[in-house]
């Protein structure tokens, strides 16, 4: 019976933590916005300078 318990344990917990980790990234997906292609690639390069470089 400890055997069955167990296995059942690991289980939920198995199937939980992965409903829970979907839960959480469709809750993070709504928070998006959407933009333009333009301002899309801003957002992307944002760290970088947008000034030419010389090599």
Known sequence: MSVAAVLFAFL???????LLLYLLVRAEHGKQRE???RTAERAARRDTDDRRRDW
Do not use: C, N
Not at 12 to 18: D, I, N, P, R
């Open 35 to 37: 933009m333009d292609r």
């Open 12 to 18: 939920a917990l198995g199937v939980g933590g992965g």
